[in-house]
């Protein structure tokens, strides 16, 4: 019996009819912990992405037998989820390694574009009330808009071999400025920034520091590399009152949010984790196998999946990893860059809170 003309894609040429492909795979047909497991997401939540990005994939397959915004969305979360390379993971699922390139490509560009409606930092009256209440219940600390951090996601070294992607551990990175609420959802997410920079340098320069420069009440928590700021508090590097040693406990209880969302990021999408869940780093295949821009956009995806899969009722934790926090070194701050507003604000806090 003849196959019609209309139904041939690359696939078909290279694998023969009997390949299964995607294009051939029912949802309906298997269990959500075969999604799980194969795609890091249940069904309901899969046919959601499938749906909220289907405009912009169709807009971007418009040839002749394009891959279908079902194939294309299983294809990338496979990807992301497993750490895969787009080579293996392809033979897996059943598509070429052309096609499988162009699926990540597509749906991680179709993700970008949906950062700014699920990754916003809301600072409206009733968002900063219930934001402040939520995470003083945490472990007391008051005031609190979002807690900050700068992770770093290994990539292979740039073709231009630039140094400035080279962290302070030795291999290449990109780096990402991360705020997050009480319960995981990331309220920034800026993923581009060379892995070489200074946290604070990447603060300095980012949206979220001007965007942050005018605000009266409350403020983000940051560990000791950054600087205090009247929006920004940090631990008191030598205490020596109990208040402050309160202070600085109530501190790291509540900033160690932040921690436990990247780790359960880089768990759910093993794509981001250079390790792959083992204790030390594994060799430069591990890495993130693209461009700094590229891998920055992917890592961007990632974190709106995040956002996704959390406002769609999923557990931000469920797959976190668990491992020893790394201890950061305090930041060596000159004197003219204190500022002394900041800190009567910090005594004024640990005096009513903390004492």
Not at 83 to 111: E, H, K, P, W, Y
Not at 192 to 202: E, F, R, S
Not at 252 to 261: K, L
Request: glycine share 6%; hydrophobic share 35%; with cysteine.
């Amino acid at each position: 019996m003849a196959i019609p003309i209309a139904i041939l894609d690359c696939d078909l040429l290279l694998h023969g009819r009997g390949h299964k492909t995607l294009d051939r795979f029912d949802l309906d047909s298997v269990s959500d912990s075969f999604l799980i497991t194969q795609f890091g997401f249940p069904r309901d939540f899969i046919l959601y992405l499938v749906e909220l990005l289907r405009e912009g994939l169709c807009r971007r397959t418009q040839r002749s037998r394009a891959i279908s915004p079902e194939v294309q969305v299983l294809a990338a979360l496979g990807f992301y989820t497993s750490g895969s390379f787009q080579t293996s993971m392809g033979d897996t699922i059943g598509i070429s390694q052309a096609s499988m390139s162009r699926c990540v490509s597509n749906v991680t560009r179709a993700l970008v574009e949906k950062a700014p409606q699920f990754i916003t930092f809301n600072r409206d009256l009733s968002t900063v009330e219930q934001s402040f209440r939520e995470f003083q219940r945490v472990a007391g600390f008051p005031g609190v808009l979002g807690v900050l951090d700068c992770v770093q996601v290994a990539i292979k070294a740039p073709n231009s071999e630039d140094s400035s992607y080279v962290n302070k551990k030795g291999f290449h990175s990109v780096a990402c400025q991360l705020v997050c609420d009480p319960r995981g959802l990331l309220l920034s997410a800026e993923t581009h920034w060379a892995g070489g920079l200074q946290d604070t340098v990447v603060l300095e320069r980012s949206a979220l520091y001007k965007q942050l420069q005018d605000t009266e009440q409350g403020w983000l928590l940051g560990d000791s590399r950054y600087p205090l700021r009247k929006w920004l508090m940090t631990p008191v590097d030598c205490p020596e009152s109990p208040a402050e040693f309160r202070y600085n406990l109530a501190h790291a209880a509540t900033r160690e949010i932040v921690d436990r969302t990247f780790r359960a990021i880089q768990t759910r999408f093993r794509c981001l984790d250079g390790t792959k869940g083992y204790l030390q780093p594994l060799p430069l295949l591990s890495c993130l196998q693209y461009s700094p821009e590229r891998s920055s956009s992917i890592l961007l995806a990632c974190c709106v999946l995040h956002n996704a899969s959390l406002q769609s009722g999923l557990d931000a934790w469920t797959l976190e990893r668990t491992e020893p926090l790394e201890q950061p070194k305090s930041l060596n701050q000159r004197p003219e860059d204190r500022d002394s507003q900041a800190e009567d604000l910090r005594r004024q806090l640990i005096f009513k809170h903390f004492s």
